[in-house]
C-alpha cells in the first residue's frame, strides 16, 4: 500500500462500487471512459475507481475546499494529466450541458472522517471545536445558528424530522432554558447539555448522535440536495451508464429509491433490492454499519457482472 492509499479516508462498501462501476468503465467498446464523484470527500472511492483503468477520465465536486486542496495535492499527476478536473461546488448543480455524460457516477452522502474526527470542524460531539456543521464552511448558517434562533415548534420539527428522536422535548426545553444565560457556541457545549438531560441509553451510542445528525442535515440541506439532484445525473448518464448513491439516513435512502422508480423511462434499478454493507466491514468499519447503497442504471443496458449484489 503506498503512502497516498494510507492517508485517504477509508470508503464505505468500496468492493461493491467496484464491481457495479467495472462493467460501465471497462468495456472495451468505449476509448474514453468517464466517471463523476458528486461527493469527492478524501478522495477514497475516486482513488480505487480511477486506478482501474488509465482511460478513465474523471470530473469531481464538492463543497468543502480542505477536500479539494487535500486530493489536488494527493493526485497532482492525475490532475497535471488531464485526467482529473475537482471543482468547488455542490452535486445539486451538476448539469449534463456543462459538465457532458458519463459511464459511471457516484454519491456518497456521508459525512468524511476527518471532518467527524476534526473537532475544529464542529461536526464531532466527541471532540470541542465550534459548532459549525457547514461543509462548505465559506457561506451558510451554521449549527450555532440554528440552535439561537429556532423557536421550540421549530426545534421539535428539526429534531424529530431529521434525527428521527420520538420525543425531544427535555432537550429542547433544556436548549431554551440555557440559552437564555449563554448561547451555545461549542460542540461539547451542545453535547454535554444532551448528555446530561438524556442520559445513555444505548451501550456504544452516543445521546448526542441523532441530535447532531439532525442539525448536519438541516445546515447542509442534505435531504433537499439529495431530492433535487438525482433527475440531472440521471440525465447525465450515458446509454447504459450507472448512478450509484451511498446513503447513511433512512429519509435519504427513501428519496432515492422513489425518485429511481420514478424515472422508469429512462432506465430502472439495477437490483431490486437496496445493498447492505456485509458483516465484516460493519465490524471493522463503525460508519459503514448504517450505509445503503442503490444503483440506477440507464436504458441500454450492458452485461452485469455484478450479480450476486442486491440478492438478500
Known sequence: MTKVEKELHVPVMLKEILEIASPVLLDPENESPRYFDGTLGRGGH????????????????????????????????????????LKHSNYVDFSPSTEGLFDFMLLDLGVSSPQLDEGRRGFSFYHEGPLDMRMDNTKGDTAA????????EDL?????????????YRVIRAILHD?????????????????RVDGWHRKGHHP?????????????????????????????????????????????????????????????PLFKKVIKPTWEESQKNSRARSAKLRVFERGNHRVDT???????
Open 46 to 85: 475516486l482513488s480505487e475507481i480511477m486506478k482501474l483503468d488509465s482511460r478513465i477520465k474523471g470530473v469531481a465536486f464538492d463543497r468543502d475546499p480542505e477536500a479539494l486542496e487535500y486530493v489536488s495535492n494527493l493526485r497532482s499527476d492525475w490532475i497535471q494529466d488531464g485526467r482529473l478536473l
Open 145 to 152: 445558528d440554528l440552535i439561537a434562533n429556532y423557536d421550540e
Open 156 to 168: 421539535t420539527t428539526l429534531f424529530q424530522k431529521y434525527g428521527e428522536i420520538s420525543r425531544p
Open 179 to 195: 440559552r437564555k444565560d449563554k448561547p451555545f457556541e461549542t460542540t461539547r457545549q451542545l453535547a454535554g447539555l444532551i448528555e
Open 208 to 268: 448526542a448522535t441523532n441530535y447532531f445528525m439532525a442539525l448536519r442535515l438541516k445546515v447542509n440541506e442534505e435531504l433537499d440536495s439529495t431530492e433535487r439532484s438525482l433527475r440531472p445525473l440521471i440525465h447525465g448518464l450515458k446509454p447504459g451508464g450507472r448512478l450509484a448513491v451511498l446513503t447513511f439516513h433512512s429519509l435519504e435512502d427513501r428519496i432515492v429509491k422513489n425518485l429511481f422508480k420514478d424515472e422508469e423511462e429512462l432506465g430502472s
Open 306 to 312: 455484478a450479480q450476486g449484489l442486491g440478492s438478500t
